[in-house]
Structures are given as structure tokens and as C-alpha cells.
């Protein structure tokens, strides 16, 4: 399967589907290709979605940014390999500092490699190619026309700075309203600084709200500072990006 997201065929490079329809088993990879270390069959071409990449919520090109650090895929120009894979990386998520320190990971679950020794360490990947990009000062692209249409986000989590950074890179604008003083939501104020530096995610969501066309308003509740009836006057389209900050309880 073509790993770029020029790959027109494959969504620009991001699809969802790890089965085809009706098909939930696969066949063990060491008993199809390998006896008595041996190779006896020709591996067959399956044009499918990687299971790393159909196995992750965020739908990244997991694979392409592996062989690029890899080297087997090489950058153009003069941009260097750590660059080149955090372009590829953040396609589908801008967080790669944080969610490759606390992401649960399910990508190493769906690994090909589970079926011969152990997993690659993707999450370490991710977590390196998030902190060269910080370390670089490295910005995201903001060049897109705007379209004029205009969107509020009510939550300043992961979810909401993310609909934010999508949403531009289509050439909409958008503003962030959180009632905390600090953006972050739950990543902020649910997870500890030894687990996520508070550096590492400033500069990851610094990375966003410096692009041209996203506004942020803190220390503001919609339904006290702003009334539902004026956002949707003013904007085009209203996100809810809450989140979840209350537990359900003992089950």
C-alpha cells in the first residue's frame, strides 16, 4: 500500500479500514511464509490498510512515517528526515510529543511483527519525532486561502485544538473558547507533568494557536460570558470538544 499522502486512491493516505467486509481472522504470517526458517512462498501483494494504521483512532499514516525514519523513504530538498517525518506524522495528529508518551498504543497491538517476535516500539517513535520537531522550532504550514467561513470551539482540549489545526490547514478560521486559563483540557489537568512536561505541550499547542486564523478566548464559559444564541450568529458552525471530566461512578 502507497504510504503518501499525494495517494489520491487512499484518501491521501489515511484510511480507516483494517478488514475488508465480513473478514474479523488473520492468518498467522509465520506459518503462511516461514517454516524451519526458510522462506517457501512468495508474499503476495494485498492492497489493505496497514493493521498499525487501522488499528489507531487517528488513522495515521504509521507506516510512512516509520520508513521515513527508517530511511527507506528520503526527503526532498533540503528538509531534513526529522522534519520529513513529523510533515507525515502530524497529517493526522499535531500532538506527537504527548501522544507518544501517553497513548495506550493500540497501533503495537495491531503490529505485523506481533506474529513473528515483538512489536515495534511506535510510540517511542512518535515521541521522538514530536520532540525534534519542538526542539527545531518547527511551525505548522498556515498558507491555505481562507475560505471566510468561520467556526467557535468550545473546549481548548486535544480534541478542540485539533479540529482548530484541521480546520485551518482547510482554510477556515476558527476560536477556542475555554473556561480554564490554560488550554490543554484533560492532558493538562488530568495528566501529571512527569508523565507529559508541561514544556512538550505548550509548545505543541503554541504550534497551533500561532497559526493565522486561530483565535483563543480563555477564562470564558459559553452559557455565562457568551450566549449559544450569539456564537451562532457570529460563526458559521458551532464544535462541542467538552471532553470528559467527571468518572461514571463505581460500575
Known amino acids: ?101 501517553v497513548c495506550p498504543a493500540p497501533c503495537q497491538d495491531g503490529c505485523n511483527r506481533n506474529d513473528v517476535d515483538d512489536f515495534v516500539g511506535i510510540n517511542s517513535v512518535e515521541q521522538y519525532i514530536g520532540d525534534q520537531a519542538t526542539a527545531a522550532g518547527l511551525t505548522f504550514d498556515d498558507s491555505a486561502p481562507k475560505t471566510g467561513k468561520k467556526v467557535a470551539i468550545i473546549g481548548g482540549g486535544v480534541a478542540g485544538l485539533s479540529a482548530a489545526y484541521q480546520l485551518r490547514k482547510m482554510g477556515h478560521v476558527s476560536t477556542i473558547f475555554d473556561d480554564h486559563p490554560q488550554l490543554g483540557g484533560m492532558a493538562r489537568y488530568g495528566i501529571p507533568g512527569y508523565r507529559v512536561p508541561r514544556d512538550k505541550m505548550d509548545a505543541e499547542i503554541e504550534r497551533i494557536t500561532n497559526m493565522d486564523g486561530v483565535e483563543v478566548k480563555l477564562n470564558t464559559r459559553v452559557g455565562k460570558d457568551v450566549s449559544v444564541a450569539d456564537l451562532e450568529n457570529e460563526y458559521d458552525a458551532i464544535l462541542w470538544a467538552l471532553g470528559c471530566k467527571k468518572g461514571r461512578g463505581y460500575l
Request: aromatic share 10%.
Open 1 to 101: 500500500m502507497a504510504t503518501s499522502p499525494d495517494d489520491k486512491s487512499l484518501a491521501n493516505g489515511l484510511t480507516f479500514r483494517r478488514f475488508e467486509d465480513g473478514d474479523d481472522k488473520w492468518d498467522s504470517m509465520e506459518d503462511h511464509i516461514f517454516q524451519e526458517d526458510t522462506s517457501y512462498k512468495c508474499p503476495t501483494y494485498i492492497q489493505k490498510t496497514p493493521p498499525c494504521q487501522g488499528s489507531c483512532p487517528s488513522g495515521e499514516d504509521i507506516r510512512g512515517w516509520l520508513q521515513i525514519v527508517r530511511g527507506i523513504e528520503k526527503p526532498t530538498g533540503d528538509m531534513t528526515m526529522q522534519e520529513y517525518a513529523f510533515r507525515r506524522s502530524t497529517t493526522a495528529n499535531p500532538f506527537p510529543s504527548m501522544m507518544g508518551r
